[in-house]
C-alpha cells in the first residue's frame, strides 16, 4: 500500500472535524449571545457595563456561521467526487491513418 492511498480520506477527516469544532464554538458563542444579557457577558464577546439588551446580530451571525461550518464537516466527510479510472482500465481506440 503506498503512503499517499489513504491520505485523502483522513485529510477530509481531519478538516471535518476543525470544521465541526468551529461550528460548535459558534454554536454555543450564538447561544450565549441569546441567553446572556450584554452586561453579564464576558469582555472577549462585548461587555457593555451597564446594558440589560441582548445582542441579536451578534447571536444570528454566529449561529449561521456555525451551521455553516457544521454543512461543511459534514460535506467532507459525505461528498465523494467522481472516482478517477484506472490508467489501464480505459480502453482506446487505434487511430484511423
Known sequence: ???????????????AVIAGV???VFIVAGIIYVAE????LPGF?????????????RAA???IVGVVFAVAAWFALK???KA???????????AAH
Open 1 to 15: 500500500m503506498s503512503p499517499s492511498a489513504g491520505s485523502g480520506s483522513s485529510g477530509r477527516t481531519i478538516t
Open 22 to 24: 468551529i461550528a460548535l
Open 37 to 40: 444579557p450584554a452586561g453579564s
Open 45 to 57: 464577546m462585548g461587555h457593555v457595563a451597564g446594558s440589560s439588551g441582548h445582542h441579536p446580530l
Open 61 to 63: 451571525g454566529s449561529l
Open 79 to 81: 461528498y465523494k467526487g
Open 84 to 94: 478517477a479510472t484506472p490508467a489501464g482500465s480505459q480502453t482506446k481506440e487505434p
